[in-house]
């Protein structure tokens, strides 16, 4: 038998859809430097200078303009990585953050804690059909107190597919409107699986409820083993999902549209749904403030071992095998035990130049190996060390660049910024200055090392961008750019 919301509570809620789906996290790394670039400006001039770099991201070089069109306006629908105002546009805070810190793990969280049914993502016309219809729906922070319920009464790991988050839940008016308990929705899954009941898993069906749990897998709050959804739980991601059981944000500009309607005696009306649709319009730019909006008090930046783990087990042991041991033995030198910022990207750089100097038998010159606090300013995160013979060494100042991401990253994509300070140290030391550009995706870390980039860039062999100091570009396929590199843990 196929499962059939009942007529009386369906109502398919949908939002717009990146035709780059498939390859959203390499795109949205470059949409978001590339939009950082491009000051505020009228905004047919803005929207100009945007298709001009779509336009030049790799493969779109014969796309019509109509598909590039459709690129630009779908990011600044769906992702708010845009901000309008008074016939201008300019880059979003989204976007610009992303810029800076490359992670795309801490991006999706941000996106989907503000991410709400009805919300200007969607076109006027489906914002209207779902406000007279009364739906008010946060799917992640639904999805999440779903699942947590599920484990709490089974005591086991749970999970959802997306053809019963579509069925039970995003196209069911009992959660999308009224709010019902998690317990009950979760009671007609597991109904519906005892009894066999099966689900139209028609692609054009569940792709909506499927986008979100995969939006939500890419930022690390579920996890997919088997086409099955599971609770990452709180052992992994505590804090994060935390914050969203909790949240209580809401767009809330239109709220008074809800009543409005409720006493409208003809909502069928082409004049009544024009003048609907002119209230829904003015809450435009209200929305993409809203969602690029800084989260006060809320930190969803990536803990790059929970990311590399599978499990929370996995996760623990992780911890205590690159930490722990680690730390615990270098004290012994007299090496710091901890890093002032707690950036993971920079500590596993940090452990990796200290394994690389300990494996070449140099243990006597650890101690100059040092994490420097990100409030010196100097221009480089790491102070390492170069052996020259079995007793000098020369310094080796390294700054990291780390992107956080569940995707393979492109070689397009392992471009970087260097801040106007970086980039006057990097010119000062030369050939001691490097940048280790660290890719963390998914179950693997890859490490491309950089050496003396004012040197490279004189020469032609990569590219540097004026953009308040500047964006690096190269191939990392061209030999003579640098080279890729094991990354070392105390355990290797």
Known sequence: MIYQVPKEYYFRIHHSRPRFKDDVENVLIYMATEISKIEEKDSRLFAAELNNAIMHYPGNGNK?????????????????????ENGKTKPGYRAKHLAQYQDMVEFFKMFLFSFQYPGAHIKVQSCYDQIINGIRFKPAKYILLLLQ????????????????????????????RDCEHVSLAWDRIIKNRQDGVTYDETGDVIRYAGDILDYMEIANLLVCYDHKHFYSNEKREPEAVNAFIESALWFDDYDYLYELTKTDPDLDDPDTIKKYYGEIN????????????????????????SLLSGSSEEFIKEKEKTLSSFYNTLSEKGIPKAKETGDLGEDMIYIHECKRIKNIGRSDILHIIKPIPTQLAVGYDIQSVEPTDNIKYKK???????TLTHAVVRNANYRFHLTPNEISTA????????VYRLIVS??????????????????GIITMTDNNGADVSFDVKNALVGRFEELLTWQN
């Open 149 to 176: 319920y599920a484990e709490s009464v089974s005591g086991k790991r749970e999970y959802i597919t997306k053809a019963e988050a579509c069925h039970c839940i995003f196209n069911d008016l009992r959660c999308t």
């Open 396 to 402: 080796r100042y390294i700054e990291v660049k780390t």
């Open 64 to 84: 019509t303009v109509k598909t590039i069109n459709n690129w630009r306006t779908e990011i600044s629908s769906i992702f708010g990585l845009l901000e309008f």
């Open 282 to 305: 003015k809450h435009y730019t209200g929305w993409f403030k809203f969602v690029n909006q800084k989260l006060d008090g809320i930190d969803f930046r990536t803990n790059i071992l």
């Open 442 to 459: 998914g179950n693997s870390a890859k490490l491309f090392i950089i050496n003396n980039p004012v040197k490279l860039f004189e020469q």
């Open 427 to 434: 010119e000062t030391v030369g050939d001691s200055y490097y």
